[in-house]
Structure formats: structure tokens, C-alpha cells
């Protein structure tokens, strides 16, 4: 969805691109 993918943006900015990733990942 276009508004989770607002937030996966913003917590790239605190979060590793690595890390956010591996979540997204994780998640899929």
C-alpha cells in the first residue's frame, strides 16, 4: 500500500536500508 510505503521512508531515515529490508523481507 502507497501509505505503509510512506512509512517504510521514514523509518529508513532511522533504520539501516539493510535492516529494513531484512524486515520487509521477513514480513513477505
Do not use: S
Not at 2 to 27: C, F, P, Q, S, W
Request: avoid cysteine; hydrophobic fraction near 50%; aromatic fraction near 4%.
Amino acid at each position: 500500500d502507497i501509505v505503509y510505503h510512506v512509512l517504510v521512508l521514514l523509518a529508513m531515515k532511522e533504520m539501516d536500508l539493510d535492516d529494513l529490508r531484512t524486515e520487509l523481507a521477513g514480513r513477505r
